[in-house]
């Protein structure tokens, strides 16, 4: 047990020492870790934001279905709450005769000739709407289909705005984007995967070589593989740790500069999600950054501990 | 005691490292291995450091065969021998001192037992007075002095030297011969010295085992060296 614990110690030691005495590797293992680490929260933050972006032109979309005139209410509640049975539907809205007529009025205010058209008529020509949000834009052909086949269609509903409207388009084009947003994130996750691996390696493995002698005469006086790798692996948390430190002051500090529009772009606010996320964000980095750091110089140093 | 039985390897396309080599080394010997590069004299020494397989035939050190003791078994192996080599493999970065001292923290020895014997390894080696000197500052004889001295350490039963006097002029390299002779004799330990050095092997009057193309060729108590 005091063995184990010297050992740790002198790892410890020897460690520090490595990271302290080797400037030039110190610093460009370092910056190494500073860019991925860096990269890794961006991605986070960038990830987060564009998915709140999303969430928000969701929010945005629905679909009126139009019940038929005669319908009546008790009917149309039923209707109202099969909907919302519905796999994939998010909410529903009721929307009475009048409110439809209120809303219509407030769409067309600028235009007087629709708005005399209206008034012509005595009675309220709108019908009950059922407002429909589905829990993702993919799910909205689903639900329309299925309210078509339900013993309401023909009978209850009217008409579904859909197919030939532009929310349809709007539905589509989105839908479009969003595959070509989550195809690009995935490729870029397989970017940055692959270069946070194999930069932080290959720097850790250019380090390895220069401390060959080293291994090898201890190697040779017969210190074990662990007694061998053990200030290795210091050496590779450090990188982490400091990586992390580095990075993650340049990240919070670039993100809270950013001018108030990018932020509106996203429609989020960047600095609060930042501030309420900073632990979180710190986190990844820190168990990435020593993961990688510790899991780079074990695996360098085995090049070197051939018995 | 050190024996190999029949041991032969090969490099690559029938390059034989060494072919069908026998030999027993007793405890407290001092044999001088000797031949041109590339006669199999390292790869005998690295054999007996576990860093080397035969292809044929086993070796033996304390009665216990080297090929299968278990890699992680190889550091206790380690212990019992103390290797020197031709370009001394000492650390730059530390001084004569943390070069030996370096080697015995990693092991695991105490605070007290290093500051114990540091010393009295550099005494042995007569680099007491350059413990604080860092090897750029050492000529090429006192560097093989703390390379030995570092070789020391676990107070090994079998000194190996391979080529240690390789990159020394003839008053270094002699004053280096003088403390492998003086190591086995004071200290009892047994000495496996490769060399190519003629003038050293034929002033000694020791064993000496000759080998050519992985071949032992002559084996002979006071002998000459004769290729």
Redesign the interface.
Known sequence: MR?MF??LL?SIK?GFQNFV?NVFLTVSTTIVMVLTLFGLGFFLIVNQLSSNAVDEVENKIDIPIYLAEDVKKDKAKEFQSYVDNLANVKSTKFVSEEEALEDFKTTYKDYPDILDSINILNENPLSVTIVVQAENIRDYDGIVEQIKRSKYAGSVVKEINYEKSSTKRIIDRLTRILDWVQNLQFVVMILLAFLAIAIPYNTIRLTMYSYR??I??????????M??KGPFLVEGVLFGVFGTIISATLLFTMVLSLPEGVGDFFSTNISSYVQQNALMIVSAQLAVGILLGAGSSALAINRYLK? | MILFKNVSREYGDHNPALDNVSLKIEDGEFVMLVGQSGAGKSTIIKMLTGEEKTDQGVVYFQNRRIDRIKPRNLPDHRKQLGVVFQDFKLLSQKTAYENVAFAMEILGRSHKEIKRKVPRFLNIVGMSNKAKKFPAQMSGGEKQRLAIARALINEPSVLLADEPTGNLDVFNSWDIVNLLLKINEQLETTVLFATHNKEIVNSINKRVVSLDKGKIIRDSMEGKYII
């Open positions: 063995t010297l050992h002198r020897y005495r002698n080293e090898e005469i201890m190697r040779l006086v017969g210190a074990s593989n007694q061998i018995v």
